[in-house]
């Protein structure tokens, strides 16, 4: 029976299947079901377990394993999803050989970390939260679904939603930042972006949270280290993030390699099972990230990989990333009796359904299409978007004295430090398919803009991460040559990013000296940085004029760099993570507890509160800071009532001036204390914003509208529920100022 008989005797069953009932969501799905176990009916143990098992190819190397044999275990039915394959050749040949030399032709999955973009590269995560603008962020997902599709793929290791405090953590990069709130509205855009309207569409891709769960907590933001916190912090802070995407409709999740209070994501059942699926009810797929199954083993859970890989699918994993260990024990665990057929049935029909939803039964060959291959890779108007939305990403850190915009007096410009001409560093880590010969540097970026009519100087001035200070005398000399100086500072694309934690995270190498020596000169400079995670950099804000964080902004970096720093776009985005002084202040973000000696911001170190000697609490800039060319007041904040019942809603107004000489775009914030609780609660949370464009000399009210339900908290006996109680209610340009007022809940 070739697979067109089987696929066509599928077809009678769902056609009589579906015909008897509405065209439901739901009974779309329980006829996907029913296909699915007409298929598993049909299975051989080899073949469901080889439905349980994903490969690598070994086009690129995500990981510290690699198996050249992918195309034989294809062949034998041993892998029934494929990642780091694509191009429309590649996938064609290789579904193939699952299609029309397998025995049940089971078409394959085929997965990619399309974590910011495909081919046409956007800002880092972090840097996109930057924008706090979720439309431009679920269309960065929706060009990336695009491209990624247009190449084969059906399926991307995204979005990584980890909440992380930690700037040590070299990950950070890749998700929202510190904040529980917005990290959840930003997860749900993702998911939404990746997996458009509807997974039958040539151009969705199924999305997959990750990494399930808390993996952003390693303690001292050591990469994989132990995660260990209490359960009402793993409830407040660490697990909505992922049920964001869950209620958003992800159709898979990825486990962590890290262990929570003990017992690892990756054999965790309380974790996939009772939480997941039994009280989030996710009815997705639940694959693990890189041979974690294996790492049970050095975990010290599991005495041998059969014991992890019993372990881990009793606990609800369904699909082994590259571990091999289902593939080479399952069949000996359902022998043993250890597992049982029905798990392995179960997690078979949830990967089947996954394939039934992207249509790929109806044509497994659908994402193989030349022509689109052709005509939606890097369209222009997917790079100027790019350009949009690395301008967007952009945080104004400092500008004293008006340095910036770059005033159009200048007749030479130099463009000096070790990351003004660097094209792989533009892509950052995660950069899928993307190359690097394709990004546009930051002097690339300030040549296209001035288009011959400035001179431009150019010179690294130093590396980035190494002691020679050769360099910076002729750096000197090229600075004195200018009307004004543009430093490029930071990390390169591998000092973030998976297995980059950093110990220190200052300026890396001799950069800070060669800033001294730039900015001694007297000339105006002003600084654009270019890094994954929040650095500490208390001299180089003392001493620069000018501080412009532009993350890695992606293949358009320098020309939405360069938009910005002439002044064509005005600087709007808004930290979403904190930047400590130092790394000793870590743990340091804005929603911390008040502890029982809070110090007196007046008197920031007195003795006996909860402070340091040597350093302020207050970290250097503070989460939801950012500057504009423009400046703001806020006045008038206003409330509905001074007293609400339960179910009520709370309205808060604020009167925004637009005080400075041009029209700009503000990111008005709305947070809450909660006064009294029945546990200690934080100073400040995030509840609301909005991304306002306010014309010179004009004043805009912003109303806000939130229900009294959103201050609900975990009790003391983790009950979520509402206290009455007293609140405070601030409204600011960012977490440490603002307007205030109080209401109370009866
Ligand atoms: C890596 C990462 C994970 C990624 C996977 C596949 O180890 O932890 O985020 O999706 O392997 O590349």
Redesign the pocket.
């Known amino acids: 029976m070739n697979h067109k008989s089987i696929y066509f005797m599928l077809f009678l069953i769902s056609f009589f299947l579906i015909s008897g009932c509405k065209n439901e969501p739901k009974n779309i799905l329980s006829s996907y079901e029913s296909k699915a176990d007409s298929i598993i009916r049909l299975m051989t143990l080899e073949e469901k377990i080889g439905q349980l098992s994903l490969f ?1 190819s070994d086009w690129s190397s ?2 510290p394993t690699m198996r050249k044999d992918y195309i034989d275990l294809i062949r034998q039915g041993k892998a029934g999803s494929i ?2 394959a694509y191009t429309v050749d590649y996938v064609m040949s290789l579904q193939k050989i699952a299609v029309e030399e397998t025995r049940l032709h089971i078409p394959l999955l085929f ?1 990619y ?1 399309v974590i910011h973009g495909h081919r046409t590269i956007f800002p880092i995560p972090l840097g996109q939260s930057a924008s706090w603008d979720l439309e431009a962020i679920e269309k960065s997902e929706r060009i990336a679904a695009t491209e990624a599709t247009a190449e084969g793929l059906n399926w991307t ?2 979005p ?1 939603v980890d909440l992380a405090r930690d700037p040590r953590w070299g990950r950070v990069m ?1 998700g929202a930042g510190e904040d529980t709130w917005l990290g959840s509205q930003i997860a749900a855009a993702r998911v939404k972006g990746f997996q458009g309207s509807d997974l039958l569409n040539s151009n969705s891709l199924l999305a ?1 949270v ?2 399930f769960a808390a993996y952003g907590a390693p303690q001292g933001g050591r990469e994989y280290h132990t995660v260990d916190m209490s359960e009402r912090s793993l409830y407040e802070w660490y697990l909505p993030v992922y049920k964001a995407a869950v209620d958003a409709g992800v159709a898979s999740v ?1 486990t962590s ?1 890290n262990e929570i209070a003990g017992v690892p994501s990756t054999s965790n059942k309380w974790l996939l099972t009772d939480l997941l699926r039994n009280d989030w009810k996710f009815n997705g797929f639940i694959v693990t ?2 041979s974690s199954i294996n790492e049970l083993v050095q975990h010290g859970v599991a005495a041998d990989l059969s014991e992890a890989g019993s372990l881990s699918i009793n606990a609800g994993v369904d699909m082994d ?1 590259q571990g091999s260990v289902f593939m080479n024990h399952l069949a000996d665990l359902v022998k043993s009796q250890k597992v049982s057929e029905e798990t392995i049935n179960s997690a078979v029909k949830r990967i089947l359904v996954a394939k039934y939803k992207l249509g790929l039964f109806d044509d497994p060959y659908k994402y193989c299409n030349k022509k689109r291959e052709e005509e939606e890779i890097m369209r222009q108007d997917f790079l100027d978007f790019a350009r949009d939305f690395a301008a967007k990403s952009c945080v104004l850190l400092k500008n004293s004295n008006k340095t910036l915009p770059i005033n159009s007096g200048s007749k030479t410009i130099a463009v000096i430090g070790p990351l003004a001409d660097s094209k792989s560093d533009m892509l950052g880590f995660w950069s899928a398919a993307g190359k690097a010969e394709n990004c546009v540097t930051l002097l690339e970026g300030i040549k296209n803009k001035v288009k011959g009519s400035v001179n431009i100087l150019s010179t690294k001035g130093c590396n980035v991460n190494d002691n020679n200070t050769s360099e910076i005398k002729q750096a000197v000399s090229v600075a004195r040559n200018a009307d004004f100086v543009i430093l490029a500072l930071g990390e390169s694309r591998d000092m973030s990013g ?1 297995a980059a934690s950093r110990t220190d995270i200052s300026l890396p190498g001799v950069q800070l000296e060669l800033a001294r020596a730039i900015i001694a000169t007297g000339k105006p400079v002003a600084v654009v940085l270019f890094n994954g995670r929040p650095l500490s950099i208390p001299e180089l804000d003392s001493i620069a004029p000018a501080i412009l964080e532009s993350w890695i902004g992606g293949t358009e970096a320098g020309n939405g760099i360069a938009d910005v720093l002439f002044g064509d776009i005005n600087p709007s985005g808004k930290l979403t993570m904190t930047f400590p002084r130092n790394v000793g202040q870590i743990p340091i973000f804005y929603n911390s507890k008040n502890t029982g000696r809070p110090i007196n911001p007046e008197k920031p170190f007195e003795k006996y509160k909860s402070n340091y000697l040597d350093a302020p609490n207050s970290p250097l800039y503070p989460f939801g800071y950012g500057l504009s060319y423009t400046t703001f007041s806020y006045s008038d904040i206003k409330i509905n009532k001074t007293e609400f019942q339960k179910d009520d809603q709370i309205i808060a107004t604020v009167e925004i001036k637009n005080t400075g000489e041009r029209d700009g775009e503000e990111i008005v914030q709305l947070y809450i204390r909660d006064l009294v609780g029945n546990v200690t609660r934080p100073v400040k949370e995030l509840k609301g914003f909005k991304k306002i464009l306010v014309k010179k000399g004009e004043t805009v009210i912003v109303t806000f509208n939130i229900s009294t339900s959103e201050l609900s908290y975990y009790h003391e006996d983790m009950s979520f529920t509402l206290d009455s109680g007293d609140f405070e209610l601030f409204v600011g340009p960012n977490s440490s100022e603002g307007l205030v007022t109080r209401f109370s809940v009866l």
């Open positions: 690598t995500t990981g990642f780091n997965g970390d290791f995204a990584m890749e997959c990750k990494h990825m390699f990230d890189y990333m998976e």
